[in-house]
């Protein structure tokens, strides 16, 4: 089992820079793949990042590509999400995620995903 804590969010303006951490405790493999997803009032679960624990390989979803980069300290056990350029559609509370496997076919939708974080909130106002 692992257990995830995110931090990092906050209220800030168009066009500034938050980076989100998100520290997992507990056991942890080579091949775990650590994802970010986002929720904003309304709307569904959104997949924005997910990264593997083993090879760095990172995966991005369309709307953040560029904006954001998701990147990992795995002797810290941690997980970060470096967001530029935020707009405020990118308002919404910010979960980590993990899994012990990795699907191509799966990895962008939540049940792929059997351990979550509480959320932070990210606020961007125009």
């Known amino acids: 089992q692992v257990q995830l804590v995110e931090s990092g969010g906050g209220l800030v303006q168009a066009g500034d820079s938050l980076r989100l951490s998100c520290a997992a405790s507990?056991?942890?493999?080579?091949?775990?793949?650590i994802a970010w997803f986002r929720q904003a009032p309304g709307k569904e679960r959104e997949f924005v990042a997910a990264i593997s624990w083993s090879g760095g390989i990172t995966y991005y979803a369309d709307s953040v590509k560029g904006r954001f980069t998701i990147s990992r300290v795995n002797a810290k056990n941690t997980v970060y999400l470096q967001m530029n350029g935020l707009k405020p559609e990118d308002t919404a509370v910010y979960y980590c995620?993990?899994?012990?496997?990795?699907?191509?076919?799966?990895?962008?939708?939540?049940?792929?995903?059997?351990?979550w974080g509480q959320g932070t909130q990210v606020t961007v106002s125009s």
């Open positions: 995620a993990a899994s012990s496997y990795f699907s191509d076919n799966e990895y962008q939708s939540g049940a792929m995903y059997p351990y």
């Open positions: 507990g056991r942890t493999y080579s091949r775990y793949v």
